[in-house]
């Protein structure tokens, strides 16, 4: 086969027009990688809660045309100038938080949010300010640096972590996002302890693999919250004790989980992205110690409410964005937990669906008819 190597390449993607439309698969054209560059083929992508986020123009500064999709496997295909730690023809997953190394964050083992190129990456460009991607004469925007939901695309290096090449990319792709999101944070954010009890709102992939993590964490208790009753199987297949179905209480959820815990629940963990949701997780949690990490991301516009008194006697609320970890250094660790059977990941994968499918992957996570959909490219 003839080299591509410097030359555009013409291949299919799933463009995102504007907030009303469903996206097209489009033929595009994708710029060869200019320093600090990959081009990658990407294998697979998952479909994140968070696609829909920039797909529904809730993260109102980012622009459309763009091409979404962050949690992605492929095989690098050309390097741009001063690219170093990967090569043509390795195995490659991207990490939606770039990991520079130098900056202030990346030097700091309390964070993973590096800040290399984040204000190019607001709007959709690569570090130069251009986009590498066009379709039928227009630029179109890159998304969280990635771009996943592409034959192509280009990426900065420092959004790349380097895989072992025995991985299956159509699985590891997951934890590009939502599985390590979710098993990071009470591993690495909240550090749940041995015995202690847990509770998670919201049954995704995110929400799984937080069980998922309390479980490693040897938590004694470990409550799932979802107001799906059809998610009550499989978090008790990951590791999940109880089943919580908020509309089927008598009770507020808070004063249900109070009652069955003693008094409240040493770790929570919100993985909806609601504002009521994230109260009631801080709520639930025991005075005096309870810590409360929200994972889910809210609409910009909404504002969390809560008695400050909750928080005077002794209740902690954070945050946890990719589970804590620096991905390029992480993520090839990940790989391995997955390739020895130390962490799941063929059992978040309810559906494999062709690129030209995309929008049924939508429809199926926004019913609540999927763990995670992946495109298979
Ligand atoms: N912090 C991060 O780094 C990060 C990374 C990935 C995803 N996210 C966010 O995490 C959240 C979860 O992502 P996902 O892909 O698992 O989503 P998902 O849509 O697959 O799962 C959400 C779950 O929440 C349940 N739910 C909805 N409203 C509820 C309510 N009021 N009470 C109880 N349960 C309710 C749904 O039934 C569903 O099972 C999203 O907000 C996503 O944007 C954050
Ligand atoms: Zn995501
Ligand atoms: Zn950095």
């Not at 954010?189 to 015995?195: F, I, S």
């Not at 609409?299 to 990719?322: A, C, E, H, Y």
Request: charged letters at 20%.
């Amino acid at each position: 086969m003839e080299s591509t190597v410097g030359k555009t390449i013409s291949c299919k993607a799933a463009i995102s027009w504007d907030a009303t439309k469903p996206m097209t698969i489009e033929t595009i054209e994708v710029a060869p990688p200019k320093a600090g560059e990959v081009r990658m083929k990407v294998s697979a992508t998952g479909i994140c809660r968070s696609d829909e986020f920039y797909r529904s123009g809730q993260e109102d500064r980012h622009p459309y045309p763009c091409i979404l999709g962050h949690e992605g496997s492929g095989i690098v295909e050309s390097v741009g100038d001063g690219v170093t730690s990967v090569a043509p023809g390795d195995h490659v997953i991207s990490v939606f938080i770039p990991h520079c190394r130098k900056c202030k964050m990346c030097q700091n083992s309390k964070s993973n949010m590096c800040t290399e190129n984040s204000s190019s990456r607001l709007i959709g460009l690569m570090p130069d300010g251009t986009s590498r991607f066009t379709c039928k004469g227009q630029t179109v925007h890159h998304t969280l640096s990635c771009s996943m939901f592409s034959e192509y695309t280009v990426i900065c290096e420092i959004n790349v972590a380097k895989i072992d090449k025995e991985a299956p990319l159509d699985k590891v792709c997951l934890l590009g996002c939502g599985v390590s999101t979710g098993y990071g944070a009470p591993l690495n954010n909240a550090k749940v302890e041995e015995g202690s009890t847990c509770a998670i709102w919201g049954i995704g992939a995110v929400g799984l693999a937080v069980i998922m993590g309390c479980k490693v964490a040897k938590a004694s208790r470990i409550i799932a919250v979802d107001i799906n009753p059809a998610k009550e199987k499989i978090a008790r297949e990951f590791g999940a004790t109880d089943f919580v179905n908020p509309k089927s209480l008598d009770t507020s959820t808070v004063q249900h989980l109070v009652a069955i815990t003693d008094g409240g629940l040493d770790y929570t963990f919100e993985c909806i992205g609601n504002v009521q949701t994230m109260r009631e997780a801080l709520e639930s949690c025991h005075k005096g110690w309870g810590l409360s990490t929200v994972l889910g991301i809210s609409n910009p516009k909404d504002d969390i409410k809560i008695m400050p008194f909750q928080l005077v006697t002794g209740r902690t609320w954070q945050g946890s964005l990719f589970g804590g970890w620096k991905g390029r250094d992480s993520v090839p660790g990940l790989v391995k937990e997955y390739m020895s059977g130390a962490i799941k990941l063929d059992e978040f994968i309810s559906h494999k669906l062709s690129l030209d499918r995309i929008n049924e992957g939508f429809d199926l996570m926004l019913s609540g008819k999927s763990v995670r959909s992946v495109i298979i490219m």
